[in-house]
Nanobody, 126 residues
Framework: EVKLVQYGGGLVQAGGSLRLSCAASGFTFDDYAIGWVRQAPGKEREGVSCMRNLNGKTYYADSVKGRFTISSDNANNTVFLQANSLTSEDTAVYYC???????????????????WGQGTQVTVSS
């Protein structure tokens, strides 16, 4: 059973930083992506960042490029999202998610993900 447990999030002032964590377990896919997806009130889900296991590449949405960093601790099966220079536009519920057999599909698309964490609220106050 795939299980994703998220930690982190909360309230932060504009310009501040926070780190989200996602402890993953229960999957042994050969080709997968693990990423972060967010959903702001009244908006559709948006892929924020992701990484592919086959090539180790990381990807970022234009809205967070240069401010967010995705990384992993493979020994502990944990993925992180470091978010810096936060603005009110970053306020959303953030989910970590896993997609298998992604192929050539962009892992920034929320549609590829089959497994989701419980979500964590990030609120940026201006």
């Amino acid at each position: 059973e795939v299980k994703l447990v998220q930690y982190g999030g909360g309230l932060v002032q504009a310009g501040g930083s926070l780190r989200l964590s996602c402890a993953a377990s229960g999957f042994t896919f050969d080709d997968y992506a693990i990423g972060w997806v967010r959903q702001a009130p009244g908006k559709e889900r948006e892929g924020v960042s992701c990484m592919r296991n086959l090539n180790g590449k990381t990807y970022y949405a234009d809205s967070v490029k240069g401010r967010f960093t995705i990384s992993s601790d493979n020994a502990n099966n944990t993925v992180f999202l470091q978010a810096n220079s936060l603005t009110s536009e970053d306020t959303a519920v953030y989910y970590c998610a896993v997609a298998y057999f992604v192929g050539v599909t962009s892992c920034l698309s929320p549609l590829v993900y089959a497994y989701w964490g419980q979500g964590t609220q990030v609120t940026v106050s201006s």
